[in-house]
């Protein structure tokens, strides 16, 4: 079912109902909320005992992700903002073509690519590569040297990351930034 904030799915595992929420837009992994609740009509020796690991191990959590990607919208929520990243990988790569790999070229590409991976793009460097007409492997490299910079920070196993107090300082004094939409 979909709530006005986002999508949930719920499961029942003996007197439990788990629920599961994502947030509005196209479904690209599993949940970012769980909630485990007791029916309002399990019995309360069931529910005194609390959530056993065996409510937890039945949990179908590839079933609830299929569900919840068949329910959502096909759109991806960062098309709302392609303007905007459009916007952004421009000023990049006018910055790339003349200062090169610069302090403020480094902090709009992180703000970019900060702003595809929160939104849940698949591929934000290949996105970012063909933008700013270059290989990959090369914007790979320029986002390990932000990384190493201090410009962006690192998520543990996966991309994005945030803006480093460098990015955020560099941006604070760069003219043609677009603004963020509004939540």
């Known amino acids: 079912m979909e709530s006005a904030e986002g ?3 719920g499961q029942f595992r003996g ?4 629920t599961m929420w994502w947030p509005e837009g196209a479904v690209s992994g599993g949940p970012q909320k769980i909630v485990i609740e007791a029916e309002e009509d399990a ?17 179908d959590l590839a079933g609830a992700v299929e569900r919840a990607r068949e329910l959502a919208p096909t ?12 916007d952004l990988v421009r000023l990049a790569a006018r910055l790339l073509t003349d200062e090169g790999v610069s302090p403020r070229y480094l902090s709009v590409l ?4 900060r702003d595809l991976t929160d939104k849940g793009v698949q591929a934000p460097v290949p996105w970012l590569a063909e933008h700013l007409d270059r290989r990959s492997e090369t914007v790979k490299d320029h986002l390990k040297k932000a990384r190493r910079d201090g410009y962006l920070t690192s ?4 991309a994005g990351g945030a803006l480093g107090d ?7 004094t760069l003219d043609g930034v ?6």
Not at 15 to 18: C, D, F, G, H, Y
Not at 43 to 59: C, E, F, M, Y
Not at 178 to 183: Q, T
């Open 7 to 9: 999508l949930e799915i």
């Open 15 to 18: 007197p439990w109902r788990i």
């Open 43 to 59: 019995p309360p020796g069931d529910v005194a005992r609390g959530i056993s690991t065996t409510v937890l191990r039945r949990l």
């Open 75 to 86: 759109t991806p929520p960062w098309q709302a903002e392609r303007g905007r990243l459009l």
């Open 110 to 113: 992180c703000l970019t690519y």
């Open 155 to 158: 998520r543990a196993g996966r």
């Open 166 to 172: 460098r990015a955020a300082e560099v941006l604070a």
């Open 178 to 183: 677009p603004p963020a939409a509004a939540p």
